[in-house]
């Protein structure tokens, strides 16, 4: 089957954790074994997080048979039960890491135990101290550590050997043995009182140790990588309170909430469920979904979000979503999936970590061998051999991709920026436009009055007739009037023998005064003389303003100036792109005039208007043609061809799910500047993977030389590989402290006379 079948044939989507992986070479030969299952398509594996992610055909594929192929490998699948709830499945993966963690720390304590006589031995010959441990005691600390606490390394070497495949362990056995068996040698040649000061036991059991500690500090470290994830599960109460038909109140679980029930929300509580405000009001803390950290205003009709944190008024919320069908629960997937994908590079290097191990041993075996000619001494050549063997460990190559893209995906996830998968990080780091769509984007996407122009009167009678003669209307011009005369505190009067006029506008009596409002074409119609007012509208329609005329049988009274205002931060964001050598693009289906208005306030590099849905998707494949990465952020079902003809998608999330589901990065909250703070992100993150990189080989490319030349001993060999992952893993968790740059907001003007 070809990848074109493949793409038409329905497939269903795997994951559990595996447990037993040590290194990169551990991870690519369990992906081997999954992909050789039949009807899989994919296989991915998470070393940092040891979760396998494999994708493959609907109805051929099973759970037992991928866990029978990691068995086979030499490791152990971990399936989830059917009894098992997945909030059961969470509270046990942190139990089991947390008791994992216990039991490390405790093996590396009784290690380090039995190590300490034997590092002091060595640190005082550092020191030109000729104090050694009796030869019977050497052996009697070493041979617990090296077969007891050591055994662990042998069953990983064991299993790697079976499947015909190398791995760090392998390393450090053939390593620690050979230092370990040398000192037998000596110990039955020459004798317990003359082989005193001449062994090498302390170098197996010092390195042993050293891993030990560098897998606990690992492991400790990439807790620390999933800490978004786990403060996002943690956001999930278990239970609601719901109040029932009769009025009373019970606690149940959330699994047993279902759409349409009342939820009561008490101060201080996180809300369990996504729903709109039944009754009540109150601010709710939405910053650990959103990143915004301002409280929002909650009033019957608002919509609220699972996990955020009610203030101090009680709320009835009545559900909308629960479960998989939620908010935070979806922000969790597009997490998850992100943090399991592999970026291009990690395949590169997977490729040079399932030979590192089989080229290893052969650099081994030849300093071995050249030490042997040049000196024929037995004893540094087999030191220098096992050097070599401890200080090339494959581990930070496994982990130097995976890490920081967790730790990466993290923070922008905290930040309120979800990405959705590895491809749309790594595109992100390399946009160079930005295509904007106008309405609810850079736009508030809600028209508001913005002006008065008075011919005759006052305002407040000009606002009072207008909210009067609209009462009865839907349109969205109409709800800017009559919220603005609202919060004037100027209640709209009766209005009698109303009429819509299509296009036009409406009128209708207000007490005993037949009042017309709308555009010309109704003053035309009504045969009213609109005067030097044609101006002033035409000064509006200039400054992307809709002119509203209100006027009675006199003529005309005054003009509303109505418009879709800029959003306060998208001066701001377009500035930050700017800055970032990004270049700025706005496409809008309203008129050009007004299109070019909009993107001059912006300050885009380019506005264009009269743009029909497939036209944005037409302009963005001519700018790929063209060479240019590009970046398109909407927030409507008419933006997702669009979103979808991008390199990039980029969503508001107070938008359409449609829109969400086709973007590769959705923004929590309408605020255009966190455009920048993704591409921001998928850099420092892109940036940190080569840095990690550079570690990783840096060990080995200095390191591996200096061991076979005879200037690094077994014991800090050891040391140094154990320093090598610790070194990536702690370099990924810089990125946690990373935060998206946003400049000041620009407020908007309130409404103003218009001359």
Excluded at 213 to 224: D, N
Excluded at 418 to 427: N, Q, Y
Excluded at 434 to 447: A, E, H, M, N, Y
Aim: proline share 4%.
């Amino acid at each position: 089957m070809n990848d074109t079948d493949k793409a038409h044939v329905p497939t269903e989507h795997f994951s559990f954790p595996v447990e037993g992986m040590t290194c990169s070479n551990c991870a690519g030969r369990v992906e081997k074994a999954l992909r050789a299952v039949p009807g899989v398509v994919e296989a991915n594996i998470n070393l940092a997080i040891e979760r396998a992610d494999v994708r493959a055909l609907t109805g051929i594929t099973q759970l037992p048979a991928l866990a029978a192929a990691v068995s086979a490998a030499g490791y152990r699948a971990r399936i989830q039960t059917t009894a098992e709830t997945p909030v059961d499945a969470e509270t046990e993966d942190r139990s089991r890491e947390q008791s994992k963690l216990r039991r490390e720390l405790a093996v590396l304590v009784v290690s380090a135990a039995l190590a300490a006589p034997l590092l002091w031995q060595m640190a005082g010959m550092g020191l030109g101290l000729h104090w050694h441990l009796p030869a019977w005691l050497e052996l009697l600390l070493a041979t617990p550590v090296q077969f007891v606490i050591g055994a662990r390394f042998y069953r990983s070497a064991w299993q790697a050997i079976r499947a015909k495949a190398g791995n760090m362990d392998v390393l450090v056995v053939l390593g620690t043995t050979a230092a370990y068996g040398y000192s037998l040698y000596l110990l039955a040649t020459l004798g317990f009182s003359a082989a005193t000061g001449k062994l090498y036991f302390e170098a197996s059991v010092i390195i042993i140790t050293l891993v030990l500690l560098g897998k606990f500090l690992e492991s400790r470290a990439k807790r620390g990588t999933t800490a978004a994830i786990r403060q996002l599960m943690e956001l999930r109460p278990q239970t609601a309170c719901v109040r029932q038909a009769d009025g009373t109140e019970r606690e149940m679980p959330i699994n047993e909430v279902r759409s349409g029930d009342r939820i009561v929300v008490r101060p201080g509580e996180r809300i369990p469920v996504d729903g709109l405000v039944h009754t009540g009001r109150s601010e709710v803390d939405e910053s650990l979904i959103t990143g915004e950290s301002l409280p929002v205003d909650k009033q019957p009709g608002s919509k609220v979000t699972g996990g955020a944190i009610n203030g101090t008024g009680l709320l009835i919320v009545r559900t909308t979503a629960v479960g998989a069908d939620s908010t935070l629960a979806k922000i969790i997937r597009l997490v998850e999936n992100a943090q399991s994908g592999k970026a291009p590079v990690q395949r590169l290097v997977d490729r040079i970590s399932a030979i590192f191990v089989p080229v290893v041993v052969i650099l081994a075996l030849i300093t071995f061998v050249a030490w042997i000619v040049i000196t024929g001494d037995l004893e540094h050549s087999l030191v220098s051999a096992v050097a070599v063997l401890v200080i090339a460990c494959p581990c930070a190559l496994g982990l130097a991709t995976p890490t920081a893209i967790m730790t990466g995906t993290g923070a922008a996830a905290r930040a309120g920026i979800l990405i959705k998968d590895v491809e749309a990080l790594e595109r992100a780091h390399r946009l160079d436009t930005i295509v904007f769509d106008k309405t609810g984007t850079l736009t508030v996407g809600q028209p508001a009055l913005v002006g008065i122009h008075m011919v005759r009167g006052s305002q407040d009678e000009l606002l009072q007739l207008a909210a009067s003669v609209q009462q009865a209307s839907e349109h969205p011009l109409a709800r800017a009037v009559i919220n603005y005369a609202g919060s004037r505190g100027l209640a709209g009067s009766g209005v009698t023998d109303f009429r819509s006029h299509t296009g036009r506008g409406v009128t209708g009596t207000v007490a005993g005064r037949e009042i017309m409002l709308g555009n010309q074409k109704l003053l035309v119609e009504q045969k009213i003389e609109a005067g030097t007012a044609l101006e002033a509208a035409a000064r509006m329609e200039k400054q992307a303003q809709t002119a509203v005329f209100v006027a009675d049988r006199d003529g005309v009274i005054g003009i509303l100036a109505i418009a879709d205002q800029l959003r306060p931060e998208a001066i701001a964001a377009v500035a930050t792109l700017r800055d970032m050598g990004v270049h700025t693009l706005m496409l809008s289906g309203d008129a050009e005039l007004v299109a070019e208005e909009i993107g001059r306030q912006a300050g885009v590099d380019e506005a264009r208007g009269a743009i029909q849905p497939e036209g944005k998707a037409q302009t963005i494949g001519q700018l790929r043609n063209a060479g240019r990465i590009v970046g398109m952020i909407g927030d409507g079902i008419n933006d997702a061809p669009a979103l979808a003809a991008a390199d990039v998608g980029i969503a508001m999330g107070t938008g359409t799910d449609i829109a969400m589901e086709t973007a590769g990065v959705t923004l929590m909250r309408a605020d255009p500047r966190l455009v920048a703070g993704a591409i921001a992100v998928s850099r420092a993150t892109f940036r940190k993977i080569r840095q990690n990189l550079f570690w990783a080989f840096i060990y080995n490319l200095i390191g591996i030389p200096a061991a076979a030349l005879g200037y690094l001993s077994p014991a800090l060999a050891g040391a140094a590989m154990a320093m090598s992952s610790v070194s990536v893993v702690s370099n990924s968790l810089l990125l946690r402290r990373w935060r998206p740059a946003l400049r000041d907001a620009v407020q908007t003007a309130s409404v103003h006379d218009i001359p």
